[in-house]
């Protein structure tokens, strides 16, 4: 098997395996119990939490808190459902985002589209944010803007510390999100760096299990109440977040933040792979970018076909976002790109890890010219 999709999820590391194994058979405890079981449980995520903080450029607490979430999805939502709900009132607030977000925020930003929030949606072509356009949509109603760090279907990195002290001199009230996801462990950022009120982070893309994530949040926003719970009930995760902590998957977390993103490695991947591309494939590189993602535009085969393909040689890529890839629909991140429908609907994804060698860049560069030549042909035979 040679794993390439490493954007849509990472094997989970055996440190993180380790210390998961620990929280469920030995720290077993509920850690809102009072008792030395669920003590020990609340320490271990305590522990958990400074980590991640860490690795957020967070080393003190009174530099903010961090509320654990089931999934990279339900800090987001959390993020924009919990800022836009904080104001809700009798006017019509706006919120400006980038035009090239994952579905965890558009989504919930086409509800509150439904809600009568206004919804301003600024332009990244060629994975850049028109700057001119995000100051001029700035008002005296604008309550948060949400502008995503690295871009999971293009690796395009949006200058988000830009965006955000430009429209905080513009209108300083407003409360700066961004999806930090695909940066997380392999950009060096902080909130302050960033300019950043709330910034969301998943597990399962750093060696971490499936179902937890975290969102950052300042100390000026929990001060001020500007951001109101979505799930309900008890008092944990500082009342932000109700519902008796995931300990395993949160220990597990903990643990995958000390590990290290091989950016040499990864350069070395990426440069073998571009440099033995059969010439008919596009390569998208947007103006900043991170070199874990690669966007491919095949020649006249869509990206569907070519999946299938390599799966059946044992070779995983994605066609984009993991998340909308069954959906069957072409992707809005890569037409606002710039790149057109039939383009579009004939683009893979290629997202590493670290751990590829050479050897494994070669196979896959190999069966994707098998692919390539194999698929035109037998669409030449069909008259398509």
Known sequence: MIYLDNS?????????????????????????SVHKSGLAAGRLTEESRSNVLAAMGVNERKSGILIFCGSGTEANNLAVFGTAYAKAGRKRYRIITDDSQHASVTVPLARLEQDNFEIIRIPTVNGRIDTEMLAGAVNGETILATIMLVNNETGAVYDVENAFRTVKAINPDIICHTDAIQAFKKIKFSPESLSADLISV?????????????????????????????????????GFRAGTENVPAIAAFGEAVKGEYNIKAVTKAREHLLSNLPDEVAVNIPQTYIPHIISLTLPRIKSETMLRFLSERGIYVSGGSACASRSGHISPVLLAYGLTRMQADCTIRVSLCGTESLSDMDMFINALNDGIKSLIRIKSRSGR
């Open 8 to 32: 849509a999820t990472t094997a989970v590391s055996p440190a993180a395996v380790e210390k998961m194994r620990i929280a469920a058979e030995e720290v077993w405890g509920n850690p809102s």
């Open 202 to 238: 998943s597990g399962h893309k750093i060696h971490a299990p499936k179902g937890i994530g975290a969102l950052y949040v300042s100390p000026d926003i929990v001060k001020s109440k500007k951001l109101k719970p979505v799930i309900l009930g008890g008092d944990q995760e500082s």
